[in-house]
């Protein structure tokens, strides 16, 4: 019988905790899907709270391609109103996937061509230009690579470190790119496959994520790595890390990260009000000093900047609808013809 | 931490040493879902099975019927059957051209071949550790012996994400453990890198050789040691009675354990993604085909994968249910077990335990390690040159971080309650009634979501109840607090189940019968004869159920709201936003929290009646 009383007990106890659990509802909430991290998101969403008091604003911290699964998988009965933070490319596969609703901002006129669907269905906000990365404690600046080419010096054999660039926007970026700079001409991924052939001769690991990576770089698994500026600016000055970058000399892919209203969004003017509001030249100021990210907005007074961000960057030329449309296909080939071919 | 912990293995011992003896251990032993099922004991003699059971009352009976149905239909058949169907779809054509390109090609050949081969691997490797292990602890005593005991017991609650994040700082070719060689041997290079199977299976046998241990340590204290002894004195030798008597006893055990190894490693998703290097394994596959967008070829992988592991299902089964005796046999036979407590054998013994036990320590350790390491200053050292206490303060400063334990303890509390009550409602069902075909699909049916993908789990149940539809009617799931709860419970029941219904299985029917002849109600035999002598395999399950319900990242993911965020998706987070060390706090919390669980499960389990 003991057990039995015990046994409500717990139910009873579970009930409770759970009832405390519960968010009061309120009419005017706002759900965010966001890969931009907590401490950015509570930052915006206090300062959002303190012009409108009365609504709630809920934030979900996912990785890109998660949150597109997810639009993907709630399409039925959207759960999300606002999806704040992707590299175009996915946001266009969202567009085209009909997962977006159009939405232009009244800074419409600000941001290039490049950096906004045609559809109005997302705007860009950030910008993330691609560097070659590596150790300043082991390698000296004048010996680290300056060019893509660079990196697969045989020099450098076993000593380059790669993030796995499938679930990775910076890096389908970066293959992307390195594949198109044939394909452009040559019309077939033949020349690009080579390059990456060659690059995986030189490749120690690929890692799991962005967090392993950059441990394993100041940790001297291997010296060298190709990633985002920003992340680097994070690393190097937050925390740190003994890492230093070059652009590469030739050009390097620019991504834009963008914002998107959910279709079918449940509370829609709620989130064309908070995507208005951090997307303000005040806002983008403010997450490029404290955040390490490089506005999109041409308007923007470049002098309140950090330094690094008004570098001359020199912007690869890209296709993106063909990279976004090849790449499932040359990821593949590389992920089963080329990865790992170097170490069996 | 010490004094804890301490403690806390003393009641981890007490849930894996103790409550497989009526628990786990016994699920093994339970042939309702065998192919045949076979009443026969090892002497020949036929095992005590009532055949002429009076049918229990027909309104419960009736009930749980009703309840088992529903949430079967509901939880497993309604959202996993439009797995299948879409699999089997083409252009909205049937056909299986799916299954036909897939197996077509090398990749995914290799894949499942390298899987299938992986989790076979470790299955020998975790035997080969574990089995051993149990015999080292349960034959020979020595000094604190039980400390070292439970501490082998540790990998069971290593957090996931984090655990593996552990395991590179400490066996990685920059991690401790390489360092530490590196400047021993003065080495210039680490001088091995953790990659491809050898590191695969070194994770996978750490993780899941715990199964082993804990299943034959239960299984070995069961054993009937007077066979053992009739043996020796009728001339046999040590070797002869090991393999003759000792080990046909521990079958059962020995089975269960296998395919709880099999089955985890099948669907072991973050140590191929973390290091194995070339290795292709089906979910690694599967997660990579996602990503790509390609979401059929991810849902046909994910059948074959299920296929794959449900069958292994049917094939240890099948092979158990030919070893059913340990529990007629030992009827009433003294439970002795004989202990070496002098010789050099001893002191051996207890070198190589105590030895391996720190081993197994250390992962435990370099987590704690990491979570106080400051950020960037561990570079080419071996141990971090400086500490900090900033990663605590940030997550116990952080009013959202208590809001997440809060919501990972309750979601896991009420899956795993839900699960022990569910378990009832089936045990009640299907105990005893081993020879019925729907008995065996109602077992069957219950382990599926053990053996998918927590990916799928979520993803079937969000897009099965994500929109009204004819089963569902307009009872939408997605977007509600509930969803989380529902797939913890859904994922981790079949753990409850199983064990529930083994304990139920050990009752003896007498004493539910004497119970009915005076004329107790159902509802009286059941609190006073069956859940006291049921309860500590039951508490066993349960928490088992809640632990790594705690810990759960895959699944919810996908479902999760803001009402529910828990701890996995916490850590995640702080790993995403490169805060390593906040990650391992999380980790390090998660595991106090753990250790908390044990000791009052503990205490639980003491309290039967």
Known sequence: MRAAKLLLTIACFSALLFSCNRSGSSTNKLLIYTPHGQDMLRDFVAQYKTQHPQVTVEFLDMGSREILERVRAERNRPQADLWWGAAHTTFQTAAEENLLAPYRPTWNANVPESSRDANDNWYGTYQTPEVIVYNSDAVKAEEAPKDWDDVLDPKWRDKVLIRNPNPSDSMRAIFGAMIWRFYKDAGTPDKGYEWLRRLDANVHEYTADGTLLMQKLVRREGLITLWNLPDVWIYKEQKGFPIAYNFPASGTPVITDGIAIVRGAQHEAEAKRFYEFVTTSEALVLAAKKYYRVPVRTDIDRSQLPAWMNEKVNAMPLDWNVLRKQSGEWLRYWDTEIRDHNKQ | ?609
């Open chain 2, 1 to 609: 931490m010490c004094g804890t912990s301490l403690t806390f293995h003393h009641d981890l011992r007490m849930f894996w040493g103790y409550a497989p003896l009526v628990g786990v251990a016994q699920m093994s032993k339970h042939p309702a879902t065998v192919g045949q099922s076979r009443h026969r004991t090892s002497d020949g003699k036929a095992a005590p099975v009532s055949q002429r059971r009076p049918p229990v009352a027909l309104s419960p009976r009736l009930i749980l019927l009703l309840i088992v149905g529903v949430v079967l239909l509901y939880g497993v058949i309604y959202p996993n059957l439009h797995v299948v169907l879409q699999s089997l779809q083409r252009d909205g054509n049937w056909s299986l051209q799916n299954y036909r390109e897939i197996l077509a090609q090398r990749i995914v050949l290799k894949a499942i071949i390298s899987s299938v081969a992986i989790s076979v691997l470790t299955v020998m490797f975790c035997a080969g550790i574990g089995i051993p292990l149990a015999f080292l602890f349960e034959r020979f005593t020595f000094p604190a012996r039980r400390l070292f005991a439970t501490l082998a017991a540790l990998p069971l609650v290593l957090p996931p994400l984090v655990g593996t994040v552990a395991f590179i700082f400490l066996c990685g070719e920059s991690g401790i453990l390489a360092r530490v060689a590196q400047s021993i041997f003065h080495l210039e290079r680490a001088p091995w890198s953790l990659r491809g199977w050898p590191a695969l299976l070194l994770f996978h046998a750490y993780t899941m050789y715990p199964f082993f241990y804990v299943l034959t340590g239960a299984g070995l204290s069961r054993i009937d040691a007077a066979l053992a002894e009739a043996g020796r004195s009728l001339g046999a030798r040590r070797a002869r009675v090991l393999t003759r008597i000792v080990l046909p006893q521990l079958t059962p055990s020995l089975v269960a354990a296998a395919l709880l190894t099999f089955m985890t490693s099948m669907a072991s998703f973050s140590a191929p993604l973390l290091f194995g290097g070339g290795v292709r394994m089906l979910t690694l596959e599967i997660y990579t085909a996602r990503q790509r967008g390609d979401l059929t070829l991810a849902l046909t992988e994910t059948v074959i994968l299920a296929v794959i592991s449900l069958s292994a299902l049917v094939f240890f089964q099948r092979y158990e249910g030919t070893r059913r005796f340990a529990a007629a046999a030992m009827k009433g036979a003294a439970k002795t077990r004989r202990t070496i407590a002098t010789g050099s054998a001893r002191v051996v013994a207890m070198a190589f335990g105590v030895l391996f036990s720190l081993l197994l320590v250390l992962p435990v350790l370099t987590l704690v390690v990491v979570s106080f390491a400051r950020e960037g200053s561990w570079t080419t050292q071996t141990l971090p040159p400086s500490y900090t206490l900033a990663n605590y303060a940030r997550i116990f400063s952080d009013s959202a971080a208590r809001e997440v334990f809060l919501n990972s303890l309750s979601m896991s509390a009420l899956a795993a309650v839900a699960a022990l009550l569910w378990s009832f409602c089936v045990a009640a069902l299907i105990v005893r009634k081993r020879r019925r075909t729907w008995h065996r699909l109602l077992s069957w049916l219950i382990l599926v979501p053990w053996a998918l993908p927590g990916t799928v789990v979520a993803v079937s149940l969000a897009e099965a109840y994500g929109k009204p539809s004819s089963l569902a009617g307009s009872f939408i799931l997605v977007g509600t607090f509930w969803i989380l709860p529902v797939v913890y419970f859904l994922r981790f029941m079949p753990l409850v189940v199983r064990s529930v219904q083994a304990s139920m299985e050990q009752v003896d029917e007498a004493l539910d019968q004497a119970g009915r002849s005076l004329g107790a109600r159902w509802w009286q035999r059941f609190f006073r004869i069956t859940l006291p002598l049921v309860w500590p395999g039951a508490v066993a399950g349960t928490l088992l159920a809640f632990v790594i319900a705690l810990g759960e990242y895959v699944a919810s993911v996908l479902v999760f709201v803001p009402s529910n965020r828990p701890i996995s998706i916490a850590i995640a987070s702080e790993l995403r936003d490169f805060n390593l060390g906040a990650a391992a706090a999380y980790g390090v919390v998660l595991m106090a929290i753990i250790a908390v669980s044990m000791m009052v499960a503990g205490r639980l389990e003491r309290l039967r009646s």
